[in-house]
């Protein structure tokens, strides 16, 4: 299974892919099987990424999840059935160890990454720790965030940048961001579907640009980020969170091959 050396040494950058939040096993499987199949093709490193909850919504009536042990169960499965690693995200410094029993990689969301004892209780798990960079903060402060995780015997890290505030319901991506937190010494992973919400909207449902997805990411992986971050689902109009932003799993192949010739190029 890739293990974080991997992520370090490969000369493609690797990618962090899947639904947003774990809706059901049969959905999951079915995207992790795609993925699984035009990542080996093109010699990418792959993590499957799932939310068991979604901690984060605007709205008391939004879609949280089908349970937590249920969601872990499934990433759990996902990642023994195709041998590939998993991440998802955590809120609470309760969730880090519950988390860690089932998956690879501990996610900080990006709200959270000032939060000290969720960061320690991440790095004590002993598990790959990625820290997105918060939309209020600048890529050179993700230095003291990286610092509490290694402080807490940790280097397992990765830092994600995903957007940084613009007005009240905009994100815009600095793409400096990437060689600033790059000098730290941790792989930085670009999240292109995220980078391209519109949060903060009247109707209390987050919007988005999906049609720049691509834009973004040819612009990261040119830019020289080591890996991406996209959300992907087969039916997103329909899909229980972030439907506004996440790609169509049958454009992820078209989107991943063209990447990769830009990688090669640069």
Known sequence: MLTFKDLQAGKNFFLLAGPCVIEGEEICMRIADKIVGITHRLNIPYIFKGSYRKANRSRLDSFTGIGDEKALRILRKVSATFDIPTVTDIHETSEAALAAEYVDVLQIPAFLCRQTDLLVAAAQTGKIVNIKKGQFISPSSM????????????????????????????????FRSIPMMQQFGYPVVTDITHSLQQPNQTSGVSGGLPQLIETIARAAIAVGTDG???????????????????????????????????REAV
């Open 143 to 174: 230095q003291f965030a990286a610092d509490k995780v290694s402080a807490a015997g940790n280097s397992q890290i990765m830092l994600t940048e995903r957007g940084t505030t613009f007005g009240y319901t905009d994100l815009v991506v600095d």
């Open 228 to 262: 991406i971050f996209v959300e992907t689902h087969p039916d997103p109009q329909n899909a229980k969170s972030d439907a506004t932003n996440m790609l169509h799993l049958d454009l992820l192949e078209n989107l991943l091959t063209k990447l990769v010739r830009i």
